[in-house]
């Protein structure tokens, strides 16, 4: 079974904050990666996701912060 891949996203009004969380099934350390700010548009987050799916593989899980 593949290493799970989540992806965070943290909504603002003109942008997308985006985090990668890998948890590695051996039990070694989760990895956390910093993927920077997109423009809160569906061009932009179809080209980032196109990008991570290049990047990591299939199978990303996507995951939206809604706050507390």
């Not at 985006?18 to 569906?42: F, H, K, M, W």
Request: aromatic share 2%; with cysteine; charged share 20%.
């Amino acid at each position: 079974m593949a290493t799970p891949i989540h992806v965070g996203l943290d909504v603002h009004k003109d942008t997308i904050a985006i985090v990668v969380a890998i948890l590695p099934r051996d039990d070694s350390a989760l990895q956390v990666i910093e993927c920077g700010n997109v423009a809160n548009t569906a061009a932009a987050m179809k080209r980032k996701v196109i990008r991570l799916a290049d990047e990591l593989g299939p199978g990303l899980h996507f995951i939206y912060e809604a706050g507390p």
